[in-house]
């Protein structure tokens, strides 16, 4: 199991409306409970989302960071790491 700081929920909270058009979370409680069931995956740096996505099977060959950052699943926590969620 995943903990994720409070950083990352209050992250998730704030912008969970890029990934789902409407709020699946309403507290930081629910936001980290919502992070664990659906494993999220918290990563350092843009290259290690690049890496994920690789993993999961996702094409981005091609694409640049920046367009990758731009994915819906990623959320830019603002201390250089991460959060990816499986919507």
């Known amino acids: 199991m995943h903990e994720f700081d409070d950083a990352v929920v209050r992250c998730f909270l704030k912008n969970q409306s890029q990934l789902f058009p409407d709020p699946v979370v309403d507290t930081m409680e629910e ?11 918290v990563v350092d740096s843009v290259q290690e989302v690049i890496d994920f996505f690789e993993e999961e099977g996702i094409d981005v060959e091609g694409a640049s ?3 990758i ?16 969620v499986e919507g």
């Open 65 to 67: 960071g920046e367009e």
């Open 31 to 41: 936001a980290e409970a919502f992070l664990e069931e659906c494993m999220a995956v």
């Open 69 to 84: 950052l731009d994915a819906d699943e990623v959320f830019d926590i603002g201390d250089g790491r991460y959060l990816i």
